[in-house]
């Protein structure tokens, strides 16, 4: 799988760093001699591994139809999946508008999808066949290679089955990582204990090694994995389950948390606290107040999308400091939301993000308020290069100036350059501390309303409606 995950540099290098700053990139697939794949061997595959999960989950799956598209056809199929699930109202042409670039960075690196909407496993014909292509060339078979991924989608499909993924992913967008998080952990479990059945043992170990064994993977690599959130999804879930269903033989807390999933990331790292009321409270308050700030670009409404706090961008690569990330993050952050809005008409204008983090007492706040700035430090004297220079400014300076910020409000400014093409851009990132609350808003290029944002969020959080 690693083969796929080269990122294409598709914006310019100040625009880049926003996208850094607040979305995310792209992948696509690189170009090798293919396993031919042929139609019956999928076909009598499938049915091989449709016997085993309906046997193993004692499940009829006889409804799961199988498709397979071309890498083309998978960005529309994904997209329609995701604008579905988003809002069963959205028009087919605003799902591939909004969608269209969380597809292309996955389109490169998924073998298949489950489909719960249709009900079908859809195969991307070509990388399926670079899969297998990778897997046989390690003297792999071909079946069992194509058995590691049918496995996989068939359980999400029994899960379905059994659970109803449409309504259980029907939570705050907020949530989306920590429900995807335990659907992937949970059928990565399970394909790792019907490939035992199946044969398919020594195919899935192979697999897995080379996607998350990232300790000998290149940079580009190990960017593109971290910004698919790989290490979460596929590893740390299934890490999270394996602890849950060790406390509990029985099985019933891993059903409660595939019914009910932890909604942060990092809560994955500590089994022990599942449920945690609570931290899940807080959070569905931090999201009230996040869901109630509308802005305004262009004189139309902005989109706006709930993301995660924590992705695995945000973590530490290296496992012993990403544990050590992470246990000091849990002690000192209680709840953390995230907010990205992006200009309807203009999707290549600059965007912002909000983030708010609750803290456990004031010096934690203190704290991490140091760490975004040194965070957005570093990112600035990052982008330096031959052909990019940034710059911190006053932000004091600016027309309008920071005399509408509240009061224990501050805003870091910087202007990035490219030398080649003389384009420049503004980055702001504005902070404020209230009561344990952080709040920080991160944009590009415009100022007003960078502050207007700021000043909007606190508001909601004072007063929640
Ligand atoms: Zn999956």
Same mark, same amino acid.
């Given at each position: 799988m690693e083969k796929y995950l080269y990122p294409a540099g598709r914006v310019g290098r100040a625009t880049a760093l926003l996208f850094t700053l607040l979305l995310s990139g792209c992948a696509t697939t690189a170009v090798q001699q293919s396993y031919e794949l042929a139609d019956t061997d999928l076909r009598s595959w499938f049915n091989d591994a449709r016997t085993v999960v309906e046997q193993e989950?004692?499940? =009829?799956?006889?409804?799961v139809h199988l498709s397979t598209v071309s890498s083309r056809e998978m960005l529309f199929v994904l997209s329609d999946i995701y604008g579905k699930k988003l809002?069963?109202?959205?028009t087919a042409d605003m799902r591939i508008r909004v969608f269209a670039d969380k597809a292309f960075a996955e389109v490169g690196f998924l073998q298949a999808v489950y489909d719960p909407f249709a009900k079908r496993i859809v195969v991307n014909r070509e990388n399926l066949s670079n899969f297998i292509t990778d897997l046989t060339a390690q003297g792999l078979d071909a079946r069992n290679a194509a058995l590691t991924v049918l496995i996989h989608e068939l359980i999400h499909a029994a899960d379905d089955h059994d659970y109803d993924l449409v309504a259980i992913e029907n939570r705050h967008p907020g949530d989306t990582l920590g429900v995807y998080m335990v659907a992937e952990g949970h059928a990565e479990l399970q394909t790792e204990q019907y490939c035992k059945i199946a044969g398919c043992s020594a195919a899935y170990s192979r697999a897995r090694l080379q996607s998350?064994?990232? =300790?000998?993977?290149?940079t580009q690599q190990i960017h593109a994995a971290r910004e698919n959130n790989m290490m979460l999804l596929y590893g740390q879930s299934q890490t999270f389950l394996k602890e849950l269903g060790a406390r509990d033989p029985d099985g019933i807390l891993v059903k409660q948390a595939i019914q009910?999933?932890?909604?942060?990331?990092?809560?994955f790292f500590d089994a022990?606290?599942?449920?945690?009321i609570p931290r899940a409270d807080s959070r569905a308050k931090i999201y009230a107040a996040l869901d109630a700030v509308n802005l305004s670009s262009n004189g139309a409404p902005m989109l706006q999308f709930a993301s995660a706090p924590y992705t695995d961008s945000d973590l530490p690569v290296d496992s012993s400091k990403r544990q050590h990330y992470v246990r000091n993050e849990l002690n000192s952050i209680i709840a953390a939301g995230r907010m990205v809005y992006v200009d309807q008409y203009d999707r290549d204008a600059a965007g912002l993000a909000i983030r708010v983090f609750e803290a456990s007492g004031p010096g934690e706040v203190r704290k991490k308020w140091a760490e975004i700035v040194a965070d957005y430090n570093h990112l600035v004297a990052s982008v330096r290069s031959r052909w990019v220079t940034s710059k911190h400014i006053s932000a004091?300076?600016?027309?309008?100036?920071?005399?509408?910020?509240? =009061?224990?409000a501050r805003m870091f400014a910087a202007t990035i350059t490219t030398k080649s093409q003389d384009e420049s851009l503004t980055v702001f990132n504005s902070l404020v501390i209230e009561g344990n609350y952080l709040i920080v808003v991160s944009s590009a290029d415009n100022f007003e309303l960078n502050k207007h944002a700021l000043r909007e969020t606190l508001q909601q959080l004072r007063n929640p409606i």
């Open positions: 989950r004692n499940v =009829e799956l006889s409804d809002d069963p109202n959205m998350f064994n990232l =300790e000998n993977a290149d009910n999933p932890p909604g942060d990331a990092l809560q022990a606290s599942y449920p945690d004091d300076t600016l027309p309008g100036g920071t005399g509408d910020l509240p =009061e224990q």
